[in-house]
Nanobody, 124 residues
């Protein structure tokens, strides 16, 4: 019912920046939250950032001050601006959509729809 497509991933050197985008289509109702999760090599899928319809945001501590999440409600898109990237940021990044709820949350089980993921390798 909701399709998500990530773009913008790719190899990046530590200290540089990268911008990820997520395009949503289908049943994208107004009362929703969107988020970014990541899964590094040998690690569990982890929360990165989330933003709801009115612009409230939530970040994991490790990316505060470096990453900025944003969305364009009219275009049904979301972006993650990643600055000062570190090797520990290396992961597959996933776009997620929480339907019928306007609360941001770090719990992946609360997000019903997921993109295919985009790889972000950060070299040192």
């Amino acid at each position: 019912q909701v399709q998500l497509v990530e773009s913008g991933g790719g190899l990046v050197q530590a200290g540089n920046s990268l911008r990820l985008s997520c395009a949503a289509s289908g049943r994208t109702i107004s009362g929703n939250a969107m988020g970014w999760f990541r899964q590094g090599p040998g690690k569990e899928r982890a929360f990165v950032a989330s933003i709801n319809w009115i612009g409230e945001t939530l970040y994991v501590d490790s990316v505060k001050g470096r990453f900025t999440i944003s969305r364009d409600n009219a275009k049904n898109t979301m972006a993650l601006q990643m600055n000062s990237l570190k090797p520990k940021d290396t992961a597959v990044y996933y776009c997620a959509f929480r339907s019928n709820s306007n609360f941001v949350t770090p719990d992946p089980s609360e997000y019903q729809y997921w993109g295919q993921g985009t790889q972000v390798p950060v070299s040192s």
